[in-house]
T-cell receptor, first 112, second 113 residues
């Protein structure tokens, strides 16, 4: 059974701080990695994709990938109360490329 | 352009009835996916379509579930003889190709009485 593991949280950070979200995955041949944000009662919204080892930055968000350690992370700088949501890590199934395996999500709360 | 469109947004039906859910992908997206999300749970893969290839049905939970897609357009997910455990939000996503970012619709919230 291929798995994606995330800390369920809640992760609470003060406004303006850096929020760090972590994810590990079991499928060694996965090639595509994604972070989604899901507000309560809403559908997932794509915020980052990463395919190569290293860092990828987009505005206040930085995704980090380490395939050797099977580890993906998301950093949110200058966290805002509007960032409060559940963050889902998703990894493609290396043998069934279209299928995404989702973690259970980490709930982030940014306190004003 | 428009995002992924799903209908209906909400569906309430009695146990044992059949339901049909519709998804209209982003124009030009060749891949289309269905997921299920039970209350408080993560997303569970059901099926995906890529172009004219045979769909990957490996996530369908039982033979009561089926899905069709016409070309690279609309898809329908059908659940026959619904059970209470089928209650969930059914999410459709599309992407430009396999391995590309998937963009989700707003989902259909299905409630089985």
């Amino acid at each position: 059974q291929k798995e994606v593991e995330q800390n369920s949280g809640p992760l609470s950070v003060p406004e303006g701080a850096i929020a760090s979200l972590n994810c590990t995955y079991s499928d060694r041949v996965s090639q595509s990695f994604f972070w989604y944000r899901q507000y309560s009662g809403k559908s997932p919204e794509l915020i980052m994709s990463i395919y190569s080892n290293g860092d990828k930055e987009d505005g206040r968000f930085t995704a980090q990938l380490n395939k050797a350690s099977q580890y993906v992370s998301l950093l949110i700088r200058d966290s805002q109360p509007s960032d409060s949501a559940t963050y889902l890590c998703a990894v493609n199934d290396g043998n069934q490329g279209g299928k995404l395996i989702f973690g259970q999500g980490t709930e982030l709360s940014v306190k004003p | 352009g428009a995002g992924v469109s799903q209908s209906p947004s909400n569906k309430v039906t009695e146990k044992g009835k059949d339901v049909e859910l519709r998804c209209d992908p982003i124009s030009g997206h060749t891949a289309l996916y269905w997921y299920r999300q039970r209350l408080g749970q993560g997303l569970e893969f059901l099926i995906y379509f890529q172009g004219n290839s045979a769909p990957d049905k490996s996530g369908l939970p039982s033979d009561r579930f089926s899905a069709e897609r016409t070309g690279e357009s609309v898809s329908t997910l059908t659940i026959q003889r619904t059970q209470q455990e089928d209650s969930a939000v059914y999410l459709c996503a599309s992407s430009q190709g396999i391995g590309q970012p998937q963009h989700f619709g707003d989902g259909t919230r299905l409630s089985i009485l």
